[in-house]
T-cell receptor, first 114, second 113 residues
Framework: DAKTTQPTSMDCAEGRAANLPCNHSTISGNEYVYWYRQIHSQGPQYIIHGLKNNETNEMASLIITEDRKSSTLILPHATLRDTAVYYCIVPPYAGGTSYGKLTFGQGTILTVHP | NAGVTQTPKFQVLKTGQSMTLQCAQDMNHEYMSWYRQDPGMGLRLIHYSVGAGITDQGEVPNGYNVSRSTTEDFPLRLLSAAPSQTSVYFC????????????FGNGTRLTVT
């Protein structure tokens, strides 16, 4: 499966946009990019996903580069409640059951400051 | 829909004891999986299933057994608990398609003494 690389930690001021990068240079043409976040010790929460085009929902925006080798999750107006670990994952697109081997990296610890 | 339900929420075991962590989903998801998360660490995949009767190993399968007799349930069994299995366990599910996000349960916090 495509390996993802994220910065270990980032800071953001409350009310500002938080831009979280992710590199996935080995992504294949049919593989989606997914973003999740985990607040404290709760279960991870789905945020957004995309294939080629930029995506937006009520939580965030996802910008995927034209070559699809990297993406950026944007939280337009970060709040203190957005402090969490953010995971970027690329589920494998392969035959058999291997598509199910969804692994998470260390993610990015985003701290939103007052 | 209740989503993904995990029971129990908390459990304390003694070394050598066995137990089963329960996971159920009511979204008719084909795919289910178990992760463990140690303090300050990321999620590690234990086992997963792409449908009833089909299971496969993840990154850290040793010490755990799974089975998938129904679409709804995916129990995780610890045959002989060890202190190294102290962790928070998360169950997740999604539809089979690639355009389908994972839904997570709230976790089971297990302590093995």
């Amino acid at each position: 499966d495509a390996k993802t690389t994220q910065p270990t930690s980032m800071d953001c001021a409350e009310g500002r946009a938080a831009n979280l990068p992710c590199n996935h240079s080995t992504i294949s043409g049919n593989e989606y990019v997914y973003w999740y976040r985990q607040i404290h010790s709760q279960g991870p929460q789905y945020i957004i996903h995309g294939l080629k085009n930029n995506e937006t929902n009520e939580m965030a925006s996802l910008i995927i580069t034209e070559d699809r080798k990297s993406s950026t999750l944007i939280l337009p107006h970060a709040t203190l409640r957005d402090t969490a670990v953010y995971y970027c994952i690329v589920p494998p697109y392969a035959g058999g059951t291997s598509y199910g081997k969804l692994t998470f990296g260390q993610g990015t610890i985003l701290t939103v400051h007052p | 829909n209740a989503g993904v339900t995990q029971t129990p929420k908390f459990q304390v075991l003694k070394t050598g004891q066995s137990m089963t962590l329960q996971c159920a989903q009511d979204m008719n998801h084909e795919y289910m999986s178990w992760y463990r998360q140690d303090p300050g660490m990321g999620l590690r995949l234990i086992h997963y299933s792409v449908g009833a009767g089909i299971t496969d190993q993840g990154e850290v399968p040793n010490g755990y057994n799974v089975s998938r007799s129904t679409t709804e349930d995916f129990p995780l069994r610890l045959l002989s608990a060890a202190p190294s299995q102290t962790s928070v366990y998360f169950c997740a599910s999604r539809h089979r398609g690639h355009n389908s996000p994972l839904h997570f349960g709230n976790g089971t916090r297990l302590t093995v003494t």
